[in-house]
């Protein structure tokens, strides 16, 4: 019998189980991938996009056949996702959890999340603080209405598997890798025991006092139904709100002043701090916006050295955009590994609205933009959003603390719960989350 | 009307004849034994052009044709056009798009525009591209069409060139190549039509932007029973075969319908891939030329313009840039 059962081995699983174990609870952690073995993890793990093209950046696979991975938005095997992770750390910004859409809206503001998020960077030794040398770009930002968004920017990311071999040596964790299937059995409310069923064929009933979903915003999502449909009897042949971060090129900048400041910003990146443009939160809920980010890709001068004597420098305009949850956008539970997303014309209207206030700002700053006519957004491998914290009793509710209602001792820690996607990479919320459900188990029963 | 059995010469057998050509003729009632094939084989064809009469002599051709659809590899394709207009002057003629590969083509192909010979064109009358139309007249001046990951150009371009014409607006257009890009841009407008090469089977989609609405059509196809996701969304083009009936829908709503027999339809919908629903489409464009052509008022693309399309495909081959 063990305290926690988690599903699945990404941050938040990670940062539940180290939490719990900090509480003196015995964990076992239940991984449907391999231990090592990604050439079997991207097997397991393509989700079929048929609209959109999916992309990831940060992959790190050695053999060459896996290096096209495209339709992969999650991942399967020991330390989960962070395998095709590109090290990117941060929270969700503040106005990620005051926005609201219909029965959509975070449970909790920023200030409740954020002990936990300040747990997770000294976890994961994570500091996002842009040096000194970026003080006059700030300056620079302010005046003409640009927020700046710090970026913590691994040289060589975080990869979990090596995390969770040193985390094993408690003797109170276990891992578990292979599962192939898990077989629920309710009672009095809650789930009792779980039938492991290995891909070699070998079975293991595992009873825990608690179950914490932390497998990724789309196997998350599928477990979760699972259980409630389960415990209820309730069908559905989709979930609906499936959100990603896409991203794409939005033309190109030619600065001409202020060539300090871009430089300043363009070099951060090499310091370990990525530096994004945004407007400010106030604006962005004014007027409906998304909370998208601007990136800027290219060489500063120094850099560049002697080229840019005769070189005209062109830096390339990047948007991660923050999606709005769409009823069309969908997990099909009715096919294995199937997830039928796209770009609306909503969104793009939005991403629009946003570059038509953005690009005058930085036009202003730095010189002549180029803008293209046309966004080429692509998925970005950052599934979210189709069991979230809101109460919508035809599929399931999510408490507030991440608890499943109807099963009183089930959890969720995952960007599936993201009721809004929020502005691009929220690995540390992701891992936040993990950390505030793994905390607040204890051994005396939960009120 | 369509004539009670219509004579058809089809010049060529290739590929394009046996999977497009020949079924399209039999949707409209057509029968086999009304075509005679004009091949280089003496051979009796088979497969699907098994039962279809055929000779190897242009000149032995006897009697008047109602249409004459000349599908001939690109080489051959002007010299025996400019012979069947002459052995068949009171014909409706279909010709492939030629390949202009200098001078002389292009001399061969201007002598061959006749009021009576038509492009095999089919592109510009893809069902899947009627909703389409209406928002090109309704945003003339800044609505973007996207062709991504298809083939050839010259489809494009007459794509392009009816986007244009729908949207109502005269002026020169400037076409520009920038790596896989090919962009048509009308000028004194911020109408443009793109085609995004290459060709890749999976990434293959056709989309419409105006800065308000999007349009966008995976090539999805749905039974009679299905209720596919697409439907739930108001910007998804997809398509439903129920029977022998062929329906176009943009999300819940249909916006055309078509009579496929199933032997035609069959041959496209044993795979769910968008080349099979794209090429599909392009059977029932063709259905639809060769129907009006029959029927006596042809509304097939010009061969002028499918001439125009050629030269100007080349040029952005080899310069990048174009005017039309």
Request: charged share 20%.
């Amino acid at each position: 019998m063990y305290d926690v059962a988690i599903y699945g081995s990404g941050f938040a699983g990670f940062s539940a189980a180290y939490a719990a174990l900090q509480n003196g609870l015995s964990v076992i952690v239940v991984e449907k991938g391999p231990r090592n073995n990604l050439a079997a993890s991207v097997k397991y793990a393509s989700v079929a996009a048929p609209w959109e093209q999916v992309q990831s950046g940060g992959f790190d696979f050695v053999e060459p056949e896996l290096k096209d991975f495209s339709n992969v938005p999650r991942f399967f095997g020991l330390g989960g996702t962070s395998k095709l992770w590109a090290g990117k750390w941060r929270p969700l910004d503040a106005v990620d959890f005051i926005r609201r859409s219909g029965q959509r809206a975070w449970p909790f503001g920023p200030t409740e999340i954020e002990p936990f998020v300040r747990a997770a960077s000294d976890l994961f030794g994570v500091t996002i603080t842009p040096r000194p040398s970026v003080t006059p770009l700030l300056h620079c930002c302010n005046s003409v209405g640009v927020r700046v968004v710090p970026i913590r920017v691994e040289p060589k990311p975080t990869r979990l598997a090596l995390l969770w071999a040193r985390l094993e040596s408690n003797s109170l964790l276990t891992v578990v890798t292979e599962v192939a299937r898990s077989n629920f059995r309710f009672a009095d409310g809650g789930i009792v025991e779980v039938d492991l069923e290995k891909s070699d064929g070998t079975r293991q009933d595992v009873k825990a006092r608690y179950h914490v979903v932390a497998a990724g915003g789309v196997e998350s999502a599928r477990l979760l139904y699972k259980l409630v449909s389960n415990a209820t009897g309730r069908t559905r042949t989709y979930l609906g709100g499936y959100m990603d971060h896409p991203k794409g090129g939005v033309g190109h900048l030619y600065p001409s002043r202020n060539l300090d400041a871009l430089d300043a910003l363009l070099d951060s990146s090499n310091e370990g701090c990525l530096l994004a443009l945004s407007l400010p939160e106030e604006e962005l809920l004014d007027n409906c916006l998304g909370n998208h980010t601007l990136f800027l890709w290219g060489r500063s001068r120094r850099q560049l050295g002697w080229k840019r004597l005769y070189r005209r420098r062109a830096i390339r305009l990047n948007v991660n955009v923050d999606q709005f949850p769409e009823e069309t956008n969908q997990i099909d539970l009715s096919m294995e590994n199937m997830v039928r997303w796209r770009i609306s014309g909503e969104t793009r209207n939005n991403v629009n609205r946003f570059l038509d206030r953005i690009l005058p700002r930085i036009r202003d700053l730095w010189g002549m933009i180029d803008r293209a006519s046309w966004c080429e957004l692509r998925g970005a491998s950052h599934p979210a959003g189709c069991t979230p914290f809101a109460h919508n009793p035809d599929i399931f509710q999510l408490h507030p603390d991440g608890r499943i209602a109807g099963l009183d001792n089930a959890f969720c820690a995952s960007s599936a719960a993201f009721p809004f996607a929020g502005s691009a990479n929220p690995t540390l919320t992701i891992a936040a989350l993990g950390y505030r459900v793994g905390s607040a188990l204890t051994r005396s029963p939960l009120p | 009307m369509t004539p009670a059995s219509p004579r058809i010469l089809i010049a060529g057998a290739g590929w394009r004849v046996s999977r497009f050509v020949v079924p399209a003729l039999l949707a409209v009632g057509v029968s086999r034994e009304d075509i005679t094939l004009l091949r280089r084989q003496a051979a009796e064809a088979s497969g699907y052009l098994s039962g279809i009469q055929t000779t190897n002599d242009i000149d032995r051709i006897e009697g008047q044709f109602h249409l004459t659809i000349n599908c001939v590899p690109a080489p051959l394709l002007l010299p025996i056009q400019l012979r069947l207009l002459h052995l068949q002057p009171s014909s409706i003629h279909f010709c492939d798009t030629p390949i202009l590969h200098g001078l002389l083509d292009l001399g061969n192909a201007r002598r061959a525009v006749q009021t009576n010979l038509f492009s095999l064109e089919d592109w510009p009358f893809m069902p899947n591209l009627r909703c389409i139309w209406p928002v090109c007249a309704e945003s003339p001046n800044r609505f973007e069409l996207r062709m991504e990951h298809f083939g050839i150009p010259t489809h494009f371009l007459s794509a392009a060139r009816t986007a244009f014409d729908k949207s109502a607006k005269t002026g020169r257009r400037f076409l520009r190549r920038k790596g896989w890009v090919l962009t048509d841009l009308k000028l004194g407008t911020q109408a443009r039509c793109v085609h995004k090469g290459p060709k890749q089977e999976q990434l293959a989609k056709i989309s419409m932007y105006d800065g308000e609405r999007l349009i966008e059509d995976f090539f999805e196809l749905a039974d009679r029973e299905e209720l596919p996701a697409a439907a739930r969304s108001e910007e998804v083009i997809w398509r439903r075969v129920d029977g022998t009936l062929l329906s176009y829908y943009k999300g819940p709503q249909r916006f055309h319908s078509v009579q496929v027999p199933l032997e035609v339809s069959a041959i496209y919908t044993s795979s769910r891939s968008r080349t099979s629903i794209h090429e599909l489409d392009k059977c029932v464009a063709l259905i639809d030329i060769f129907k009006s052509a029959l029927e006596g008022h042809s509304k097939a693309y010009g061969f002028r313009q499918s001439i125009e399309d050629a030269l100007f495909a080349r040029a952005t081959e080899r310069f990048r840039v174009a005017w039309l």
